[in-house]
């Protein structure tokens, strides 16, 4: 329904002289079809007054040294066209004053006449009680006008009682054409500096700062399956009138995939009766006009809250994902969609990092894509945080599985460096000491250090197991049904190594001692030696896995 084009002035308004306009596909209007009105900085002069912008180091006297003409009663005169001064000698760079113009023959192209504002004037009102304008497409264009003869007017929606504006003579403004100013006056202009008071939200905020705060919404608003416009032209059809062009630089647009469009005004840039006249025509248009002195998340709160769908909000408990191994996650803010489409509701959550060093895992981030939570990381004062850690190399969790509960004592004993062996003789009578020989065939024999340990699939007699015990031979039954997990802990047991049974958590340290992710999972923890050994009996997911062992150093094995 519309189009973008790159380019275009500050904030421009087109109005199509051919007024009828469908709804459907608007095409990028024609040179010679569309009156374009421009912001430009510009002055005026008028016959016998003209408007000086105070500049930087100036005083009354030196300006009065300056005029034209005779010199007596230059102060008296100077405060006669400046009755709103109460004291004609405080005067600061960027103010406007009226100053007597010299009279001269040569005549210049009159531009525009000053107008002392009042108590209760708005730029609307003025327009129509003193220039007679009433149709609401040439007040835009008178509108606009104004703020070329003032670029001291940041807002056109903002004026205040005793402020000097120039009006467009009626019947340049009747004509719609641009307000123009002699050369040497435009040098007055370029010379002066801004008012700190009258500073517009974007000279308040560094051009550095508003473009990583766009760069951050952009990057919320395209993870939510939407776009962000933030150059060119965007254009709006109004019907039977013509369309609108708003300069994206200026005021950028998202539009989100519910349908929903939000117009960003950070500098207070369109003026009030655009707004209403967009509100008319399309009921699905927002405007947001964030501060510049709030941050970066209040902003997205305005924009989301806008939408029909989405909704963004702070996360009141962490979250819970995954299955065997779960990850409890607490994002700053978190969006999501009202009405849930699909076989899983979005949603997108939010950190706002001190640091690039609390940035998350990059596994984590993608074992929460896969369990449909969209990360996003926010550096305050920097923008989206680019990834530093790269990824590792990855290799499968070693498995200690086999047929028989003796295939599985074998596996552990021999991952944990001892060498069983099997189908071992093991004498129970000797010839020598006893008169006769007896031997079982024990299904696992091990040695350690004085100790026999043997594993052995059947139970044997009392009387065996007393005499093998008087040998330092000890023994342990694993039954052909034995449990897995039973046969893992009669294994550590037997060879004494101490383990634990747990849901162990590990936690990622955040700001104000405030975790922001922690994985837990349940596993047999066995104390060896050289470390601790995590058994578990489930699939564990590849980037938990990546993740426990470079971030916490685990060893984990599977059984």
């Known amino acids: 329904m519309h189009r973008r084009h790159v380019g275009g002035c500050l904030f421009t308004i087109a109005m199509l002289i051919v007024p009828s306009l469908a709804l459907s596909a608007v095409k990028e209007p024609a040179k010679e079809d569309t009156a374009h009105i421009s912001l430009q900085k ?7 007054t003209k408007v000086y912008r105070v500049k930087k180091g100036d005083s009354i006297t030196k300006i009065m040294q300056g005029m034209p003409g005779p010199t007596e009663h230059r102060y008296t005169r100077v405060k006669e066209l400046n009755p709103r001064l109460k004291d004609i000698n405080m005067i600061y760079p960027g103010q406007l004053i009226i100053l007597p113009a010299e009279d001269s023959s040569e005549k210049t192209k009159e531009a525009g006449s000053p107008y002392l504002t009042r108590k209760g004037d708005s730029i609307t009102r003025i327009i129509i009680r003193t220039l007679s304008v009433k149709n609401s497409v040439d007040v835009l264009k008178i509108t606009k006008q104004i703020t070329t003869l003032n670029p001291q007017i940041k ?16 019947e340049i403004a009747e004509r719609g054409e641009d307000a123009v100013i002699p050369a040497q006056e435009e040098a007055v202009v370029a010379e002066t500096e801004p008012l700190a008071e009258n500073k517009t939200a974007e000279e308040e905020q560094p051009a550095a700062i508003q473009e990583k705060r766009l760069a951050v919404i952009g990057h919320v608003i395209k993870q939510m399956n939407g776009s962000f416009i933030s150059t060119g032209s965007y254009y709006l059809p109004l019907p039977e009138t013509g369309n609108v062009a708003i300069d994206c630089t200026a005021i950028p647009v998202a539009e989100l995939n519910d349908g929903s469009t939000i117009l960003i005004d950070f500098a207070r840039r369109l003026p009030e009766s655009m707004w209403k006249i967009i509100q008319m025509n399309w009921k699905n248009y927002s405007l947001v006009r964030p501060s510049p002195r709030e941050d970066t998340a209040a902003t997205l709160q305005k924009i989301i809250n806008c939408s029909r769908e989405y909704t963004i909000a702070k996360l009141g408990k962490p979250l819970l994902i995954g299955n065997n191994s779960r990850i409890q996650i607490s994002p700053d803010w978190m969006i999501t969609r009202k009405t849930p489409t699909g076989d899983s509701p979005y949603r997108q959550g939010l950190f706002f990092l001190s640091d690039l060093s609390q940035q998350l895992p990059r596994p984590l981030i993608r074992y929460a894509g896969k369990n449909g939570l969209i990360i996003t990381e926010i550096v305050e004062g920097t923008g989206i945080a680019n990834r530093q850690d790269g990824d590792s ?6 498995g200690i599985s086999g047929a028989s509960p003796l295939d599985i004592t074998y596996n552990l004993l021999s991952f944990l460096g001892y060498q069983p062996t099997r189908d071992a003789d093991v004498n129970i009578f000797d010839t020598a000491k006893d008169g006769f020989n007896l031997t079982i065939k024990a299904g696992l024999l091990l ?16 009387q065996f197991l007393d005499i093998l015990k008087e040998g330092k031979t000890e023994v342990t039954v694993l039954a052909d049904n034995e449990a897995r997990r039973s046969v893992i802990e009669k294994t550590l047991r037997a060879m004494n190594i101490p383990f634990s049974s747990d849901n162990f ?21 066995a104390e060896r030696e050289q470390g601790s050994l995590y058994l578990i009996n489930f699939a564990l997911d590849r980037d938990i896995q990546e993740l426990l062992r470079t971030r916490w150093g685990m060893e984990i094995v599977t059984y």
Not at 155 to 170: A, S, T, V
Request: net charge positive; glycine share 4%; aromatic share 8%.
């Open 42 to 48: 510009t002055a005026a002069t008028k016959n016998k």
């Open 505 to 525: 958590s590990f936690s990622i340290p955040g700001k104000a001692d405030k975790a922001p992710a922690t994985v837990s999972f349940p596993a047999l923890k």
């Open 447 to 462: 040695k350690s250090g004085d100790r026999r340990i043997v594993f052995h699939s059947k139970k044997l007699p009392q």
């Open 393 to 398: 190399a990855f290799s499968e969790i070693p």
């Open 155 to 170: 807002n056109p929606d903002r004026i205040y009682p005793g402020q000097i504006i120039m009006l467009p003579e009626k």
